[in-house]
């Protein structure tokens, strides 16, 4: 997809704010209110953005550690594959998912209360996913830079 200087601009925008007003908006890219209106319709169209949300600070509403767990399931076959991604993507506590390249299959980012409570996933729920070989657990003990949005440098077309 060819993305314009503009379009550029809105998403760096909405990235930092998404709560930004239209007209605060064109304000800022130097369009008028319509026009930056119809851009934004063709990005959320075109799938460039996905939607919109609140960023939450994980510990003020009680999810005090953050876990990546690395997991080898045992077959590769794709029905295997699938059914491990069904299962993992209906899990609140999972935050995100990536099938991965190297030594393992996924990577799950988890979420919990205390140590307590992700030993107890981990071993009720997270080890009784179908397929699972092997699983290894990385703490978080500080979170140094989180997800802020994508880098847009570069992405421009001429």
Known sequence: MSLSKTD????????????VTNQDLADAIGLS?????????????????????AVLNRRKI???????????????SEAEARKFEAEVTALENVVSCYSIGGDADFLLQVVSADMDA????????????PGIKEMQ???????????????MTGNVNP
């Open 33 to 53: 209110a319509s026009p930056t209106w119809r851009k934004v319709r063709k990005l959320e169209e075109d799938e460039v953005i996905q939607g919109y949300r």
């Open 118 to 129: 992700y030993a107890d996933f981990a071993m009720s729920v997270i080890r009784r996913l």
């Open 62 to 76: 009680g999810l005090n550690v953050m876990v990546f767990v690395r997991v080898t399931i045992d077959s590769h």
């Open 8 to 19: 550029i601009q809105i998403l760096e925008h909405l990235q930092r704010d998404a709560r």
């Open 137 to 151: 657990s990385m703490f978080v003990l500080k979170e140094v830079k989180g997800m802020a949005g994508l880098p």
